[in-house]
T-cell receptor
């Protein structure tokens, strides 16, 4: 089955560490997204990419960076992790603008 | 005012009854509206989308859209315990930017 995968699924790290979350997809979709989810705040968009050469900031990009290595791969980096970046992170793909988004299983990140 | 607002719940509904979930949005130019279901600890999955005013039915689910009043709702008929989840409303703004509500937690009691 065409799928969206995320690694790692869980990660505990310390303040100041650099960490990378990876997303891979076999759906063949050009559009990819990174969200974070916090209790009571829903999903908030961090970065999105419409193709390999197109990277855009979302509403909460400060403290994060991304890399679109290929159509199938979109990585999110925290250059210097801080405790308020503790959250559940989701990657999503999309075939068409304003169409359905397909979410990966999520990465639970804890920054101590 | 939040761009997409939902009552956080929890909304408790007896098994077999109709669950009604509501969502309001602020951008009058929004064109596309989605309902995602998210089980605890899992990723969101799409259950309904609607683009036009009126009702759209799919099995036990009905989405209702009223652009004049800027609200979209989801009705779940014959509620089952497996419907217990958080339901996220998502709206594409006039700038084609997707905005998620914070979700309504639904609990179906046997």
């Amino acid at each position: 089955d065409a799928d969206v995968t995320q690694t790692p699924r869980n990660r505990i790290t310390k303040t100041g560490k650099r960490i990378m979350l990876e997303c891979s997809q076999t759906k063949g979709h050009d559009r990819m997204y990174w969200y974070r989810q916090d209790p009571g705040l829903g999903l908030r968009l961090i970065y999105y990419s419409f193709d390999v050469k197109d990277i855009n900031k979302g509403e909460i990009s400060d403290g994060y960076s991304v890399s679109r290595q290929a159509q199938a791969k979109f990585s999110l980096s925290l250059e210097s992790a801080i405790p308020n970046q503790t959250a559940l992170y989701f990657c999503a793909t999309q075939l068409a603008l304003e169409g359905e988004q397909f979410f990966g299983p999520g990465t639970r990140l804890t920054v101590l | 005012q939040k761009e997409v607002e939902q009552n956080s719940g929890p909304l408790s509904v007896p098994e077999g009854a109709i669950a009604s979930l509501n969502c309001t949005y602020s951008d009058r130019g929004s064109q596309s509206f989605f309902w995602y279901r998210q089980y605890s600890g899992k990723s969101p999955e799409l259950i309904m989308f609607i683009y036009s005013n009126g009702d759209k039915e799919d099995g036990r689910f009905t989405a209702q859209l009223n652009k004049a009043s800027q609200y979209v709702s989801l009705l779940i008929r014959d509620s089952q315990p497996s419907d217990s989840a958080t339901y996220l409303c998502a709206v594409y703004s006039s700038a084609s930017k997707i905005i998620f509500g914070s979700g309504t937690r639904l609990s179906i009691r046997p």
